[in-house]
């Protein structure tokens, strides 16, 4: 008789309220991985998409609670070591 393992499934509601991103559309030329590398280190998060420069808005407290609980749940269900 072989064993049958359970298969459960997490279900985490999760409300999406976000900022849109902003695009800076003042470049004469796509963006490229160098242009980003070269702007001032200034704790705004920005993303390069397609060649055009994003700059997004930082995770909100529900954000990073619900990524804290998805970690842990995918720890919790990830094989071992």
């Given amino acids: 008789m072989t064993g049958i393992a359970s298969i459960t499934t997490l279900v985490i509601p999760i409300t999406v309220l976000y ?3 902003v695009r800076f559309l ?3 030329r796509p963006w490229t991985e160098a242009d980003l590398l070269a702007l001032a280190d200034d704790e705004r ?3 390069l998409v ?3 420069l ?3 808005s930082p995770a909100s407290p ?3 609670h619900y990524a804290a609980c998805l970690i842990g ?3 919790l269900r990830s094989p071992g070591p």
């Fill in 54 to 56: 994003l700059m997004m």
């Fill in 45 to 47: 998060h920005y993303e």
């Fill in 50 to 52: 397609c060649g055009d």
């Fill in 26 to 28: 003042c470049h004469d």
């Fill in 73 to 75: 749940a995918l720890q």
């Fill in 19 to 21: 900022a849109e991103p």
């Fill in 62 to 64: 529900a954000q990073g």
